[in-house]
């Protein structure tokens, strides 16, 4: 009897063992607990049997010259993304154009670029993804410069339809090389892709937080023309540069589409997330420095500096919460849900809401600004990598045709929330005042946090079930083959 117990004890731990081996053999790559630690190779069992390579702690040069392209392309994006915004609506103004069309000229970036995601990152295999950055680049710092001789143009409807026309394609382009842009990141730096996407967005918050006050600083030394001319030749300048150090990755096209990728109940989910977090983000450009304005009694010149402690400690706590995300995977998804809830109680607090009876004060604005800029890097870092790990868990291959679609997924779904959020925020704080306003869009991020949450819950619960049915399968299993042996 102690020697069948015995056998069966030995026989189930080398079960346990088959299992353990054959999980590490078959959890998709970016997914494993250890995937901070080990290459793609060794997880998907490549290479010699009991062979791990590490991977190495330096950068190559390779890897380097890939950071440099993308920070380049994210401080320049947002640099040109908001150069608009001190001068631009009074220039058009002047061409006669109505605020309601100023906001349509603001609006329609965001428009085209969820367009421009979905068709570049399906195809970014086929036209390749040095191509695609490079000449997005290109045509940016052609259009940006474009844009600075708009006031030549005659007034009224030609001035408009231009006006579009420049937008659009700015949109297009940007929209090209930052898709192209995430998938050489992630294909650069496969164990480490939260730690990099985080670290970079602070070139895109130095980008936001720059490009106003340079663009003010040009235009009232040297009028409209120059701070375009100035910066599309900065962008035109990065063109060679990026054609010389930027690695070619080819690939071979994948055969799922973006239709699959966004049906999946959890992507589905994380992209409403993703929707919220952005329109939050939007909803701000056209209200917060009205408020603010119209509350505090502030001089024009100080409104920015509202804006700062939003932009600052977004791109400070990114890089904290990019690899925080890498090192401990586990988290990704509670920092995705408890960050979601925190920007729901941060907008509620902004005006603060009218049930909280809570005086608005401008310290207290300032500092929930802060926690939102921190939150707000809590929820939408760790979204690329629960993408491709969950595209990875059903089925699709990995390489660069999945990194563009999770790329352009994105890019579209942000470009959604950066939509509705101006759009309906303007329209809010006309009929309900700044306080409501602020209030009803902390409860979409209020739902998809919850929502989220729910779903996180009930998808644990499934695996530790099934986990345990599969113990007890296996050990049935086990018995059966022994006993005819014992008898």
């Known amino acids: 009897m102690m020697c ?76 040109c993304y908001s150069i608009l915004g001190p001068f631009f609506p009074t220039e058009a103004e002047k061409k006669g154009v109505s605020n309601t069309v100023i906001g349509m000229i603001f609006g329609c970036y965001a428009l ?50 231009m006006c579009f026309l420049v937008r659009i394609t700015d949109a297009v382009s940007f929209s090209a090389a930052i898709t192209a842009s995430s998938s050489i990141l992630a294909k650069a730096f496969p164990n480490n892709v939260a730690t990099v996407l985080g670290s970079l967005e602070i070139f895109s918050g130095l980008g936001l937080v720059l490009g106003p006050p340079l663009g003010g600083f040009l235009y009232q030394s040297f009028g409209y023309e120059v701070p375009f001319i100035f910066l599309g030749c900065v962008v035109l300048l990065m063109v060679p540069l990026n054609m010389c150090i930027l690695p070619n990755y080819e690939s071979d096209p994948g055969k799922h589409s973006f239709w699959k990728l966004i049906t999946l109940p959890k992507v589905a989910l994380i992209s409403f997330v993703i929707t919220s977090l952005s329109s939050c983000f939007g909803f701000l450009d056209p209200t917060l420095s009205l408020f603010v304005l119209e509350k505090f009694n502030l001089p024009a010149g100080y409104v920015g500096l509202v804006f700062l402690g939003l932009a600052l400690s977004y791109a400070i706590s990114s890089p904290l919460v990019g690899l925080l995300s890498d090192k401990v995977p586990s988290l990704r998804k509670w920092l995705l849900v408890f960050g979601s809830l925190i920007t729901a109680g941060c907008y509620m607090l902004l ?23 921190i939150s707000v890097g809590m929820s939408s870092i760790p979204t690329f990598l629960e993408v491709l790990s969950c595209a990875y868990e059903n089925g699709f291959e990995e390489g660069l045709s999945t990194m563009g679609l999770v790329s352009g997924l994105f890019g579209a779904v942000w470009s959604v929330g950066d939509f509705i959020g101006p759009t309906l925020g303007g329209f809010l704080y006309e009929k309900i005042g700044f306080e409501w306003a602020a209030t009803l869009q902390g409860l979409w991020a209020l739902t998809s946090g919850l929502v989220m949450g729910l779903f996180y819950l009930l998808e644990h619960s499934r695996r530790r079930r099934r986990s345990k049915l599969q113990n007890i399968l296996g050990i049935e299993e086990e018995r059966t083959a022994l006993l005819p042996g014992e008898m």
């Open 351 to 373: 005006g603060p809401a009218p049930v909280l009876h809570i005086k608005s004060q401008l310290w207290l604005l300032v500092l929930i600004l802060v926690i939102n800029g």
């Open 112 to 161: 085209f670029d969820l367009l421009a995601s979905l068709v570049f990152g399906k195809y970014l295999v086929h036209i390749g993804a040095k191509f695609m950055f490079v000449a997005g680049i290109f045509v940016s710092g052609g259009v940006t410069i474009l844009f600075g001789v708009l006031d030549q143009v005659p007034e009224g409807p030609v001035f408009i339809a």
């Open 4 to 79: 069948f117990k015995h056998r069966v004890h030995i026989a189930c731990e080398a079960s346990n063992l088959r299992r353990s081996v054959t999980l590490q053999r078959t959890v998709p790559y970016g997914v494993h607990p250890v995937a901070s630690s080990f290459s793609k190779e060794s997880i998907k069992g490549d290479g010699p049997p009991g062979s791990v390579r590490e991977t190495p702690r330096r950068l190559s040069r390779e890897q380097i010259f890939v950071l440099i392209s993308a920070a380049s392309i994210n401080f320049s994006s947002m640099m």
